[in-house]
């Protein structure tokens, strides 16, 4: 999956939802996590949009344990030809232990795929500076960093906007939002600051994460705020 520009994702836990985002989405993410029989879905699949897997571990905030095997099921969803990228906790990936995530990014990139390399802050938004160096560790090991934080206030979006400013005028490649009701315009208005991934249920009652538009919702907004 092409990252060089911004690309909406439809986010959901079940790939029948495909035939219904093509209309507004460049992509679609699984969320491994929340799936039933993932892998045999992914072996099932016939759509036409590219997928990008993420099993997100329960202390990233998702609902997969903390084991090899959760590992084990994204190098086997990376090998489907349908699969163009991976998501992956910069927590796991910079972790030395018995687990290390690295060996899925290297399986992914062996079979074409993209990294993403993501972290997420469920109770705050850092100051723009901690914004920055977290989103460059990430960069530093995926293709691209990407950053998920909860706003409180305007403040925190200006500092997850400009921090997305900063790093794409550096060269980077990021993808940031900021959840929760305080943050929600952010995921319309990210992309015109170099923000280059979105993510919207085609179900507004599925999202994934808080504070998400649906998708049809969400393509309309980036497109309104592209054109002026």
């Known amino acids: 999956m092409d990252f060089s520009s911004f690309r909406l994702l439809a986010a959901g836990a079940d790939l029948a939802m495909e035939p219904h985002a093509r209309a507004d989405a460049d992509g679609v993410e699984l969320r491994m996590d929340f799936a039933a029989d993932p892998l045999d879905q992914l072996d099932a699949y016939d759509g036409e949009l590219p997928?990008?897997?993420?099993?997100?571990?329960?202390?990233?905030?998702?609902?997969a344990d903390d084991t090899a095997e959760r590992l084990d099921a994204l190098e086997r969803a990376v090998e489907f030809?349908?699969?163009?990228?991976v998501d992956l906790e910069l927590d796991a990936l910079s972790d030395e232990g018995d687990h290390d995530a690295g060996r899925v990014a290297d399986h992914a990139r062996e079979h074409g795929a993209s990294v993403v390399v993501s972290t997420h802050d469920f109770e705050a938004t850092?100051?723009?500076?901690?914004i920055v160096d977290r989103l460059e560790r990430a960069c530093a090991y995926g293709d691209?960093?990407?950053m998920a934080t909860t706003a409180q206030s305007s403040d925190d979006v200006l500092a997850m906007l400009g921090a997305t400013r900063d790093l794409t005028a550096a060269g980077e490649t990021v993808a940031t939002m900021c959840m929760g009701e305080a943050g929600r315009h952010s995921r319309a208005v990210a992309p015109l600051y170099g923000s280059r991934i979105g993510y919207a249920p085609v179900d507004p009652e599925a999202a994934t994460a808080p504070g998400q538009y649906d998708l049809s919702t969400l393509r309309s907004l980036v497109e309104q705020?592209?054109?002026?």
């Open 51 to 63: 997928v990008l897997v993420t099993n997100r571990v329960a202390w990233e905030g998702g609902e």
């Open 81 to 85: 030809d349908a699969v163009t990228a």
């Open 126 to 130: 850092p100051e723009r500076a901690a």
């Open 144 to 146: 691209v960093g990407k």
């Open 225 to 228: 705020l592209e054109s002026e």
